[in-house]
């Protein structure tokens, strides 16, 4: 099997993947908070954006750059509002509020200045990383610092803020080492974006095992 | 990747380590306050019991004897027959009721225990079952007893007194053995010739006398053994580590 059928198989395990926290979420909706349905909120979003962005491409012939930018935007929103949930204090609640607001001022720079027109806006979506890497160790902080969950193992909040930190650290560390001019060549470019539908697989099955175990009350409440 | 999932998969063990130990702490510190609440507990039975002990004693004793003089001098100034014999057969009463008294106050407050020891106090509880014609009691004390702190021995002694009436009850014996043998440790050997005691599972911890002696063995760090296979009867060894 060469580099290319590889690279096929991956997209499709990818774009399939989605499909396992879809069912998870419709199965267990009904026992979600606020966080897990704002979490179900994003999955849909994101299976969403990327049917649309096939229609673009395959039947419009048309960049999905401007999709992706007002993407990056939302599923930020959306991520840190699930983060906002699952601390108690009310400074740092009101610290990811900030952080939306910080976000949505670099999104318009780096959408408006930095890489206008049709470019990917690869800036944000690596300052979106950095976010996302900080909110989940500072989730992995407070766990370890209070000691409160009894089984870590079965608490959904775990499972799902480690996809976010495996997701975004991953593609991060992609982004970091990826060269603009190496990924122009096939070969390169197969494997660049291999990995990323593996860390995409890999983060649609964290988040679906986390939307599958049942919520306990501290996850609620912590 | 491989990073990253290793970071979660340590800080995953990390944590349980850290809930483990936190746990573990926990237990301890709850099993501290019980142990503090239990020896409040004693030490709360022991004080009530030397208030009513001196009461009986101090008040109701002296009453009773004040009585017994009056109804002395009543009879000594009364010449007719049938009251002289009402008087005497109250004062009889009188000192029976002085005695119960007497032997309550003893009950409960131990002052040979205080003033001289765990083996006089046992000693004297023998002598007293012996003199009541009650059961044959002896008691052999093996080794020199050097005296404990007063808290110790008034646990053991408790224990002792209530095996005893536990074999006062319930033995049918008609003898008990008490032996003392000082070392390193303290043990006290308890052995009647009643109709012995069937050890099962629900025995040892229930009624409250049972109860008493359990919470006193924890206090002591003391072991009690039932020894079966004997003939007839019951022998209970206890075991106590002595404090330096």
Redesign the interface.
């Known amino acids: 099997m060469g580099s290319k059928e590889i690279y096929i198989l991956l997209k499709y395990c990818s774009e399939a993947s989605i499909l396992l926290p879809i069912g998870a979420g419709i199965l267990r909706f009904k026992r979600f908070n606020t966080g897990l349905r704002i979490l179900v909120f994003y999955v849909f979003l994101s299976a969403l954006v990327d049917l649309i962005s096939v229609i673009i491409i395959h039947y419009f012939k048309h960049s999905n750059a401007e999709l992706f930018r007002a993407y990056t935007l939302i599923e930020f929103v959306l991520l840190t509002l699930y983060f906002r949930t699952l601390f108690n204090r009310k400074a740092i609640k009101g610290f990811f509020l900030i952080a939306v607001l910080v976000f949505g001022f670099i999104d318009i720079i780096c959408t408006y200045l930095l890489q206008p027109g049709d470019e990917f806006d690869s800036y944000a979506s690596a300052i979106e990383g950095l976010f996302m890497i900080s909110f989940s160790l500072c989730y992995?902080y407070k766990?370890?610092t209070e000691?409160v969950?009894?089984k870590?193992?079965k608490e959904s909040s775990?499972w799902i803020v480690?996809a976010i930190?495996?997701y975004f650290?991953?593609n991060l560390f992609l982004f970091l080492c990826s060269d603009n001019t190496l990924v122009s060549i096939q070969e390169y470019f197969l494997k660049y974006w291999s990995?990323d539908f593996?860390?995409n697989a890999?983060f649609n099955i964290l988040l679906a095992i986390g939307l599958w175990i049942t919520p306990t009350k501290l996850t609620s409440s912590s | 990747?491989l990073l990253?999932?290793s970071f979660?998969i340590l800080?995953?063990f990390?944590?349980?380590k850290?809930?483990l130990s936190?746990e573990l702490k926990m237990q301890k510190v709850e099993a501290e306050y019980k142990d503090e609440l239990i020896v409040a507990t004693v030490d709360i039975q022991e004080s009530e019991r030397k208030r009513i002990a001196l009461d009986l004693h101090d008040n109701i004793g002296s009453l009773l004897s004040v009585i017994r003089l009056k109804m002395y001098q009543l009879n000594k100034n009364t010449s007719n027959p049938a009251l002289q014999e009402s008087y005497r057969e109250t004062t009889d009463m009188l000192d029976d009721m002085l005695e119960t008294t007497r032997t309550f106050s003893r009950e409960l407050m131990s002052p040979t225990l205080e003033d001289f020891g765990l083996a006089h106090a046992l000693e004297n509880l023998c002598t007293r079952i012996h003199a009541d014609g009650i059961m044959h009691t002896s008691i052999q004390i093996v080794g020199t007893y050097r005296r404990q702190p007063l808290k110790t021995e008034l646990n053991i002694f408790r224990i002792a007194q209530e095996l005893l009436n536990n074999i006062l009850k319930h033995a049918n014996a008609t003898e008990i053995k008490l032996l003392l043998v000082c070392s390193d440790r303290l043990e006290l050997q308890i052995e009647d010739n009643g109709k012995g005691f069937i050890k099962n599972e629900k025995t040892p911890t229930s009624g409250l006398g049972l109860k008493s002696i359990e919470t006193r063995l924890h206090l002591l760090k003391a072991s009690l053994e039932y020894i079966p296979n004997l003939k007839k009867g019951t022998k209970v060894v206890i075991r106590v580590p002595l404090q330096e």
Do not use: D, H, P, T
């Open positions: 992995f766990v370890f000691v969950i009894v870590l193992e775990f480690s930190l495996i650290a991953g990995i593996i860390l890999i | 990747m990253l999932v979660i800080f995953l990390l944590y349980q850290k809930r936190q």
